[in-house]
């Protein structure tokens, strides 16, 4: 299991939260699927969203990463104090500036009974590399030039250049491990499907060698790769995978042979509940055992419950709205500025959240290292707003288009708030719902104009906070859906990265966002605070700030 899934803050969550109440009354009849002396649970969640993908490698989103980090491990995790502990990696020297040697857990095997070692290692870090994977994950340790197995509990990294955070980079779910055999099976029914005549052995060379030869395979295959993955992943987790229906339900089995530990869950179903007063229903009867992403709202329905817990703690992740700043009116700052200051962000906050958390001026929580404090974001002033039009020759307005994923009626909510505020300033916004995978798909190739969204900072570094949103080789799906090209934030990004001294690196990410907020590419809405419910007769529930639940020590206090 993640370290940070058994030490970290209880309840700190990431993802936006969704839907609206419902005060009707519910029978509290208590789920009996919760085991008894001992036995082994069985355990029902309701989640707001499906997972779009089950492997590691696959999409970087939350509903994902809810369902794989039950599954997967990394080599590193992080305990309460953000500090670096072992997971799959049981130590670590950092040779040089760019060489790091990482000493593997021996004994440990996959899912599907293969062996984790030095070779699977890197067959997962070659993967997510792999053009031919077009992983949108890739960008969180793109800087890793080369991975070598040593010997067969001994990993070397070698990293293109200097990169300061790159243990922290390694507890996120891009650095989870996945079975080599699987891996394997995957690429060989890539190449089958692409009528490849080649052999496994003779395309890892190839990849190797990179080039054009490469290119032209990687290209044939990327549409067949993660196939195999998908219809039965393999990690060394706590948990393992049973079966999946879309849109409805994955169910996970315990794992008997888990390394780290005991489980005591017998099986978990994930089921799909897209409306907020529904999971909390779900719970309420017990036809869920715990109730992810419900809203402050019904905080006082679910107090009152003897029969549930609320779970509530302040995260660190940003909820925001990006624009587009390929748009034709939104290239310009001035106008990006204007769209900032029509917004009333303390109102929003207050109103559509109900106060669940801290306002944001940057990408940074305030608990986040390099933090300004000092910082002047820009204020509600809708005579300000007026005025930046007037001058930027667009006082007669103009019309876009705003997407929002339909789940999350807090989102919907404050696209409407927008909306009407746009009105003022003659500015016409259109909002588009979609189901989260359409919505990811959509921004991911520019069809907005604006969106909302969230990003989590699951690594708890401020190059992992601000970089995949701003930076212009994280444009598109792996981040920066705004589509923001600075050059400026882009060095000092890169220099942040690799600043091995905390007080520059301090500096450098001030300066950062200084000119965030003055570009404007991004309204910063709030850093929220999340709550979660579940059966108080359960004890052991943990929960990380990355919204990942574990549930390996659960049992029932009955």
Not at 132 to 151: C, H, K, P, Q, W
Not at 189 to 195: P, S
Not at 465 to 471: G, Q, R, Y
Not at 530 to 540: C, E, I
């Amino acid at each position: 299991m993640k370290t940070f899934k058994t030490y970290l803050f209880a309840g700190l969550l990431i993802f936006a939260l969704a839907g609206c109440s419902d005060d009707s009354e519910v029978s509290t009849e208590i789920s009996d699927t919760v085991g008894e002396n001992g036995e082994k649970i069985s355990l029902t969640q309701s989640l707001p969203a499906d997972a779009v993908s089950l492997d590691p490698h696959g999409s970087n989103d939350t509903p994902s990463e809810k369902v794989r980090s039950h599954i997967y491990e990394g080599l590193v995790s992080q305990n309460e104090n953000l500090d670096i502990v072992p997971e799959l990696a049981s130590e670590w020297e950092q040779i040089d500036d760019v060489t790091w040697q990482f000493t593997l857990q021996e004994g440990i095997e996959f899912h599907d009974s293969s062996e984790f070692n030095a070779e699977a290692v890197k067959a997962n870090f070659d993967r997510l590399l792999d053009p031919s994977r077009g992983s949108t994950r890739a960008f969180v340790l793109e800087m890793i030039e080369e991975v070598n197995a040593v010997d067969e509990y001994t990993v070397e990294i070698i990293t293109e250049y200097p990169f300061s955070p790159l243990l922290g980079h390694l507890t996120h779910g891009a650095g989870d491990m996945l079975s080599k055999e699987l891996i394997d099976e995957d690429y060989q029914h890539a190449l089958d499907e692409a009528g490849i005549d080649i052999t496994l052995d003779e395309y890892y060379e190839i990849r190797e060698a990179g080039g054009s030869d490469h290119e032209d395979i990687a290209e044939q295959i990327t549409e067949y790769t993660s196939t195999v993955v998908e219809q039965n992943p393999a990690g060394t987790g706590y948990l393992k995978y049973d079966s999946r229906t879309p849109g409805e339900q994955t169910v996970l089995t315990g794992n008997d042979n888990y390394w780290n530990g005991d489980v005591n869950v017998a099986d978990l179903t994930l089921k799909v509940v897209s409306e907020a007063s529904s999971r909390i229903a779900e719970a309420e009867t017990g036809q869920s055992d715990i109730a992810a992403d419900v809203p402050p709202s019904d905080k006082d329905r679910i107090t009152s419950n003897d029969d549930l817990i609320l779970n509530e703690t302040q995260s660190v992740a940003l909820e925001y709205i990006g624009l587009n700043t390929r748009n034709e009116y939104l290239q310009d700052k001035r106008v990006r500025q204007a769209l900032t200051h029509a917004f009333n962000k303390k109102a929003v906050i207050d109103g559509i959240y109900n106060g669940a958390g801290t306002e944001a001026v940057s990408p940074l929580a305030p608990d986040v290292f390099g933090f300004d404090e000092s910082l002047e974001p820009l204020e509600y002033d809708m005579e300000e707003a007026v005025r930046l039009l007037e001058e930027s020759g667009y006082e007669d307005g103009f019309t876009l288009t705003m997407m929002v994923n339909s789940d999350n009626a807090q989102r919907v909510d404050t696209a409407i708030w927008l909306q009407q505020s746009l009105e003022e300033l003659n500015i016409t916004l259109e909002i588009e719902q979609l189901e989260w995978g359409t919505f990811l798909e959509a921004t991911g190739d520019g069809e907005h104009d604006l969106y909302i969204m969230s990003w989590g900072n699951s690594t708890g570094d401020p190059d992992n906070a601000i970089t995949p949103l701003v930076h212009s080789s994280r444009i598109g799906s792996p981040g920066n859906r705004a589509f923001f090209e600075n050059d400026e934030v882009d060095k000092l990004l890169e220099e942040g990265s690799r600043e091995s001294d905390d007080a520059v690196r301090e500096e450098i990410y001030s300066e950062i966002q200084t000119i965030l907020v003055e570009e404007a590419p991004l309204i910063f809405i709030l850093h929220p605070q999340k709550y979660n419910v579940y059966s108080s007769s359960l004890d052991g529930v943990e929960i990380s700030p990355y919204e990942e639940f574990n549930f390996q020590n659960v049992e029932n206090n009955d």
